[in-house]
Nanobody, 123 residues
């Protein structure tokens, strides 16, 4: 079992930055690919990005490329989502998740989920 806890969400103005953290307990995160998803009110949960478990390769949805960066610190068993140049359309609840597969952009491939953290971008 893996327990994931996100933190770092909040209210930020357009163009601002936030860094989300996803801390794990129970098992080492290096065994999993780690993804970030988000869900805005009335919308489906969508893939934001992921980092694979073997080589640290990164994957992002087009709408966040160049603005968001995922990293992992295996020593701290933590994954991060650095979000820069935030836009109102980035407002959502952000979730981290762990998968033992290579299907990083598929929400159904993830075994474990955090509880989510709210990000609100105000204009």
């Amino acid at each position: 079992q893996v327990q994931l806890i996100e933190s770092g969400g909040g209210l930020v103005q357009v163009g601002g930055s936030l860094r989300l953290s996803c801390a794990a307990s129970g098992r080492t995160l290096s065994s999993y690919g780690m993804g970030w998803f988000r869900q805005a009110p009335g919308k489906e949960r969508e893939f934001v990005g992921a980092i694979d478990r073997n080589f640290g390769r990164l994957y992002y949805v087009d709408s966040v490329k160049g603005r968001f960066t995922i990293s992992r610190d295996n020593a701290k068993n933590t994954v991060y989502l650095q979000m820069n140049s935030l836009k109102p359309e980035d407002t959502a609840v952000y979730y981290c998740a762990a998968t033992s597969t290579n299907y990083y952009n598929n929400r159904w491939a993830y075994d474990y989920w955090g509880q989510g953290t709210q990000v609100t971008v105000s204009s």
